[in-house]
């Protein structure tokens, strides 16, 4: 059974542009949220998608956008990208959306440099 | 957002048990505690989670107190493979039940050959 898959896995990327990162979920799976993780402010929940309707929003800048596609794919975009933005970002799938009984399955991540 | 205070780091031997404490003295009746871990250079990945009882798996054992303000994650028999970051997450409905995992700093387990 394939896992979560990101791509890509590294980026670079100038300030003031913008990025579209994807994340491939587990078969079945239609639950996807994702996360940022850096150094200072560790794994912090972005937003969460479920039957392509976002359900769940974390505390970031519209800057962030995501969405989610029929077949339960998804992106997520940074645009205006600020130097602050360098990060792992984190894809994660789960299998039932609304309970708290299931766990989540997480991609490698896409390292994103900002330059 | 209920929260979990871990210590920042732990050290073990290998072969030997880890008990690995979590308080979280805000949590509600019905948030799941739930354990990840990250290995270096990986996502994080699920080990256990219980709601009341005492839970195991291949993984781990978790033990949670009576009143569940704490909890307490035990790897049996450490390996060099067990050091990672480890994550004590109360499962947060969030809006419509949605699934949302609030990290905090976690543990850094060091296992020493």
């Known amino acids: 059974k394939a896992g979560v898959t990101q791509t890509p896995r590294y980026l670079i990327k100038t300030r003031g542009q913008q990025v579209t990162l994807s994340c491939s979920p587990i078969s079945g799976h239609r639950s996807v949220s994702w996360y940022q993780q850096t150094p200072g402010q560790g794994l912090q929940f972005l937003f969460e998608?479920?039957?392509?309707?976002?359900?769940n929003k974390g505390n970031f800048p519209g800057r962030f956008s995501g969405r989610q596609f029929s077949n339960s794919r998804s992106e997520m975009n940074v645009s205006t990208l600020e130097l602050g933005d360098s990060a792992l970002y984190l894809c994660?799938?789960?299998?039932?959306?609304?309970?708290?009984?299931?766990?989540?399955?997480f991609g490698q991540g896409t390292r994103l440099t900002v330059v | 957002d209920a929260k979990t205070t871990q210590p920042n780091s732990m050290e073990s031997n290998e072969e030997e048990p880890v008990h690995l404490p979590c308080n979280h003295s805000t949590i509600s009746g019905t948030d799941y505690i739930h354990w990840y871990r990250q290995l270096p250079s990986q996502g994080p990945e699920y080990v256990i989670h219980?709601?009341?009882s005492n839970v195991n798996n291949r993984m781990a054992s978790l033990a949670i107190a009576e009143d569940r303000k704490s909890s307490t994650l035990i790897l049996h028999r450490a390996t060099l493979r067990d050091a990672a970051v480890y994550y004590c997450?109360?499962?947060?409905?969030?809006?419509?039940?949605?699934?949302?995992?609030?990290f905090g700093q976690g543990t850094r387990l060091t296992i020493n050959p």
């Open positions: 997450i109360l499962r947060d409905r969030g809006i419509q039940g949605a699934q949302k995992l609030v």
């Open positions: 994660a799938s789960s299998k039932i959306q609304g309970t708290w009984n299931t766990e989540a399955f």
């Open positions: 219980g709601l009341t």
């Open positions: 998608y479920f039957s392509e309707t976002q359900r």
